[in-house]
């Protein structure tokens, strides 16, 4: 398990609360899988999560911020492809 999560977060925008909410959900979910999560302050409104290094969610690209099940697909698309996420895939099939 050498899988790398990395959230950067706008400081100014005030956004660490919501950071440490997705990189709780994201270890709960990926508990055997996630070697590393890293929190990295930012400014100008970045609100980016990479997965080994691929950018997989962009709030500025996007224009908002990502539900948690379509951000745990993203991940779990990643990291670990063949986890099955339970209910959070059956919902969105």
């Not at 980016?48 to 951000?71: C, D, H, M, Q, Y």
């Not at 779990?76 to 209910?87: S, V």
């Amino acid at each position: 398990m050498s899988n790398k999560i990395e959230i950067q977060y706008c400081t100014k925008c005030r956004w660490l609360l919501r950071a440490a909410w997705i990189a709780q959900e994201l270890l709960t979910t990926f508990e055997q899988e996630i070697s590393e999560l890293t929190l990295r302050p930012g400014t100008g409104g970045v609100f980016n999560i990479f997965a080994n290094g691929k950018l997989v969610w962009s709030r500025k690209e996007a224009g908002r911020f990502p539900e948690i099940t379509e951000l745990k697909q993203l991940v779990r698309n990643q990291i670990a492809p063949t986890k099955d996420l339970g209910h959070a895939d059956k919902k969105h099939k």
